[in-house]
């Protein structure tokens, strides 16, 4: 409805692009996606490779140092990371002044923008060991916090990290273990986990990536920039519909299990519904990683003789989904939120814990991200232009006169 040509008179020859549908931000050697073909790699490794061969710290370091590392490397990368998992006690003592029904990604976020406060000797931006410090810590911590975060809603004790374990290990342990002496991590519980960070570990410039590259490209520390990609990512069109699905979920297996009358609802757009874990900027077409978690949900919930029956919704779904003319016609299809809900519940993670996971999954791509921006001598600070369509000039009136 606007006059382009008298838009363009006032703004110069400016592009328009809302949702940076078809502009790209930046070069990266970091992530590979085709969304027609339905492709992801990681520095040049096919997902479904790196999902069923390597490991989430494996990974880490991948995509952070752009080679797969040695033995000895990822034995040192691993031990520094084990080397960094505790907290400050006044880090503590901050997380339980939070309220108990504070959401998770809230309190994350806080956190992870409060550690820029306890290590004043790791905000450089250009010195090297600083970056790589900030790294680590950032890497070794954020599970703890999310593990505090969660025992926090839940009115239970906090646990110091062992560093005996592994990430995901000791991650589960900080999380569910209520007395720890009791707890027993199950490795096919692990390794899931493991997986599913895998699975997450980076997605080239989504909304919380753009984030921490934007926040960044003005030089802001490494903590400050992670901090707001967390609170992109809860959005329920981000990180935030993993828990979205299950809600939808739970609300169709509540109204009796109808999935067909709930298709017809997000069909005419009643009240904006969505199929939530549907649909992707990028892909369309199958997302490969939701290939992969539907086969591990399936694997996963027999596994822990979990027999849910949301699982049997979500398939439903999908299968409805997969052949009607409105998701056929948009190019929609599962993406890697549709069945990782159902996966974490099984674990018992409450929903409110979901895009936590997503987050602690996500850090190394968004950490590689920021190293690449700042050490790519062609950055400059982020700053989109507008298109103004506001009011002309108008002389000011005086309050009375109004
Ligand atoms: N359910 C129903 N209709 C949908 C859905 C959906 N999940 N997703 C897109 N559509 C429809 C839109 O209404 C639009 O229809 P129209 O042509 O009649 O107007 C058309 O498909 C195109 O959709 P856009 O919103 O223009 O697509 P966009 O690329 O802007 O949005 C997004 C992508 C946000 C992921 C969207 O598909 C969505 O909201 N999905 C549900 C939320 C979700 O699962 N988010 C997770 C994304 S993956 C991630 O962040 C890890």
Not at 143 to 166: C, E, F, M, R, V
Not at 323 to 336: A, C, G, M, Q, S
């Amino acid at each position: 409805g606007y006059d382009i040509s008298s838009l363009l008179k006032e703004t110069g020859n400016v592009t328009l692009d809302v949702g940076f549908v078809n502009t790209a931000s930046c070069k990266s050697s970091i992530t590979y996606i085709d969304g027609d073909a339905g492709i992801l790699r990681y520095r040049g490794y096919p997902i479904d490779q790196l999902a069923e061969k390597s490991t989430f710290l494996e990974v880490s370091y991948l995509l952070i140092y752009g080679e797969l590392p040695s033995t000895s490397e990822l034995a040192d990368f691993t031990e520094r990371i084990r080397r960094h998992t505790m907290l400050h006690e006044d880090l503590k003592d901050l997380l339980q002044a939070f309220p108990r029904d504070a959401h998770p990604m809230s309190v994350l976020s806080a956190a992870v923008s409060a550690l820029g406060t306890f290590y004043q000797d790791s905000l450089s931006i250009t010195d090297r060991d600083q970056v790589e410090l900030s790294t680590i810590r950032l890497m070794a911590k954020l599970p703890t916090i999310a593990a505090y975060a969660h025992k926090k809603s839940q009115g239970q004790p906090t646990l110091y990290p062992d560093n005996q374990l592994g990430l995901v290990e000791n991650f589960l342990r900080m999380t569910f273990g209520f007395p720890a002496e009791d707890y027993q991590v199950d490795p096919v519980v692990a390794r899931a986990l493991d997986q599913l960070f895998i699975l997450h570990a980076d997605h080239e410039q989504n909304c919380s990536t753009s984030t921490v590259r934007l926040v960044g490209s003005g030089q802001a520390n490494l903590f400050g920039s992670i901090s707001a990609g967390i609170h992109a990512l809860s959005g329920p069109l981000h990180g935030g519909a993993n828990s979205a699905v299950l809600s939808m979920l739970a609300d169709i297996h509540r109204s009796g299990d109808d999935v067909d009358t709930f298709v017809k609802k997000v069909k005419n757009k009643e009240d904006g519904v969505k199929l939530m874990g549907f649909g992707h900027r990028v892909y369309k077409n199958y997302d490969p990683r939701a290939a992969i978690v539907k086969k591990s949900a399936d694997a996963v919930l027999k596994a822990m003789g979990v027999d849910d029956p949301l699982l049997d919704i979500a398939m439903r779904l999908e299968q409805v989904a997969l052949t009607d003319d409105y998701f056929i016609e948009r190019k929609l299809y599962p993406n890697v939120d549709f069945y990782t809900g159902l996966i974490y519940k099984a674990m018992g993670f409450p929903t409110d814990m979901f895009t936590v996971l997503f987050a602690i999954g996500r850090l190394p791509g968004w950490i590689a991200q920021w190293r690449e921006m700042i050490e790519d001598p062609a950055t400059k600070i982020g700053r989109p232009r507008q298109i103004y369509v506001g009011a002309t000039e108008r002389d000011y009136v005086a309050a009375d006169a109004r």
